[in-house]
């Protein structure tokens, strides 16, 4: 996938965050009452095993993550995902891919800024390394290799210790040998929901 169109995507994709927050923010304070999340998310992934023709296919998945607040506003952020095909280009073909990332995560709003069922949007980066296995890893089977996945979320609190990830979008680097530029671009969407605890 050409990484410009998805640098547009999540460009796309942090501005209606933006915007739709914006929307619903109220000056009733929500206070900052969670300390951390456990969260439970689905993922589809958007890849491709070389540079040049796209041969593009897609894995699906989920991941859990577990995040820490420092300050009020950002927080300490560990993931493991894993995304599989049992067809890739063709039938048969088969890729697993398995993430261990870590990172920061930043609140967009203020907490002061929030009301208690205002959609609250994040940014985050995460790095980290993976392994790749199956027919369509090639020469890159078997092997460990860098990763950073670079986007943000979109949750929706429901109720105390509650919420739901709308969506989870991240430009996904990773650094398999290829046996061209040992370089993959990929789309990550998710959803999912988060368990939260409180500050108190």
């Not at 991941?63 to 599989?84: C, D, L, N, Q």
């Not at 709003?109 to 790749?132: D, I, M, N, Y």
């Not at 398999?176 to 605890?197: E, K, S, T």
Request: hydrophobic fraction near 40%; include cysteine.
């Amino acid at each position: 996938m050409k990484m410009k169109s998805i640098a547009l995507a999540l460009a796309l994709f942090a501005g209606a965050a933006t915007g739709a927050v914006g929307q619903q923010t109220s000056t009733q304070a929500f206070p900052d009452s969670y300390r951390g999340d456990i969260a439970l998310t689905y993922h589809w992934l958007r890849t491709n095993t070389q540079p040049a023709d796209c041969g593009c296919f897609d894995l699906n998945g989920g991941g859990i993550s577990g995040s820490v607040k420092f300050r009020p506003r950002w927080s300490a952020v560990g993931e493991i995902s894993t995304e599989y095909t049992g067809s890739g280009p063709y039938p048969g073909q088969t890729l697993r891919l398995e993430s261990f990332l870590a990172g920061a995560r930043y609140q967009l709003l203020k907490p002061e800024q929030r009301h208690p069922h205002a959609l609250q949007p994040f940014a985050q980066v995460l790095v980290g390394g993976g392994h790749a296995s199956g027919l369509l890893a090639g020469a890159g089977a078997g092997t460990n290799a860098f990763i950073a996945r670079v986007g943000g979320g979109l949750d929706l609190p429901i109720r105390s210790g509650f919420a739901i990830r709308l969506l989870q979008a991240a430009y996904d680097v990773t650094t398999f040998a290829n046996g061209v530029n040992d370089h993959q671009n990929n789309l990550l969407l998710g959803a999912g929901v988060a368990f939260r605890w409180d500050r108190r």
